[in-house]
């Protein structure tokens, strides 16, 4: 017999969604649900989907979802930032292995001209009689084994992200840079103090011109006062005073042949070589101050990639200390 829909059963409809927050669970033969559930025990089964998709729909649920799109929507930025910056320490440090590496091979190639020099045309270059080891070939050798050292620092440091090596660098690196900008206003300062005592100290080393053990002396003097078709210091008759008596070196002639120092002066160049060598230079100006230039800025972004690199260290130690 078919029952009727009003007649009484023992199961019942949960509540829907939309029914008021106050109504009751449900009720057992017309009276409230026991507490032991439907069978006496103390469990109900877990709702369907049906039910936990309407949920969903309420206004705390969808706060829960806004949380969890928010979230998600950070976790991604701060991933993404986080890969964008790993990228860039990445770039930072191949940029600065590749320069120290390039640094490095041009101190190499400064120490071997230097010692060519030494071993070939032994002391070539020395003017200064005060400073007789002022020669072009210690002065590369000095100039290229600190390249070097300096180019091998970045580039291991880099490579190994050491920090000892990388505040090495940085230490050397900040030194020398300092110490180039201290020369520079110090000859601005001193200008006429630094020509007089070079134009003294120059005319010292005449002296020494043609003695033993001065060859490279001798050629310095015979090659800048050909190249530059000068004769003495500040005057021709600088070597008057060496020879005592009215000669200049042959290298002084303007056709060159053996003797030629002894004949005529009107045969001699007359023009100071210290001016001539000092009118090269203020020639050769904008050339020197690019170099200046392009030399002070590779040595500024050295000094800020390494500290760059060096502050990412400490992060990295600190993190996982």
Not at 174 to 198: G, P, R, T
Request: proline letters at 3%; charged letters at 15%.
């Amino acid at each position: 017999m078919r029952r009727s829909s009003t007649d009484e059963t023992p199961y019942r409809r949960s509540p829907s969604l939309d029914s008021k927050a106050g109504s009751p669970r449900g009720h057992y033969n017309g009276e409230q649900e026991p507490r032991g559930g439907l069978f006496g025990f103390g469990f109900r089964a877990a709702p369907g989907p049906q039910t936990a998709k309407a949920g969903y729909g309420t206004a705390q649920g969808r706060k829960y979802v806004v949380f969890y799109l928010d979230l998600s929507f950070i976790f991604l930025l701060e991933l993404r930032r986080c890969r964008m910056a790993e990228g860039c320490m990445r770039a930072l440090r191949y940029a600065m292995v590749f320069f120290n590496l390039l640094f490095w091979l041009g101190g190499c190639g400064i120490l071997g001209v230097g010692v060519w020099l030494s071993v070939t045309q032994g002391n070539f270059a020395t003017l200064s009689s005060s400073l007789p080891s002022l020669s072009a070939a210690n002065v590369l050798i000095a100039v290229g084994t600190i390249i070097m050292v300096i180019g091998c620092l970045g580039c291991v440091g880099a490579v190994k992200e050491s920090r000892p090596l990388l505040l090495s660098f940085f230490i050397l690196l900040l030194v020398i840079f300092l110490l180039e900008i201290l020369s520079i206003i110090l000859c601005f300062a001193y200008q006429n103090q630094i020509d007089q005592y070079a134009q003294s100290d120059l005319k010292k080393g005449l002296q020494l011109f043609g003695t033993e053990g001065n060859i490279g002396l001798t050629n310095a003097w015979s090659i800048v006062q050909t190249d530059f078709r000068c004769c003495g210091v500040t005057n021709h008759t600088d070597w008057f005073e060496v020879y005592n008596a009215t000669r200049v070196p042959d290298s002084c002639c303007l056709e060159y042949s053996d003797n030629c120092g002894l004949e005529n002066p009107g045969t001699w160049w007359t023009a100071p070589c210290y001016e001539r060598v000092k009118g090269w230079l203020q020639e050769n100006l904008v050339a020197l101050w690019i170099f200046a230039l392009c030399t002070a800025l590779t040595q500024i972004l050295g000094l800020v990639f390494s500290m760059t690199l060096f502050c990412q260290a400490v992060k990295v130690e600190t993190f996982y200390a």
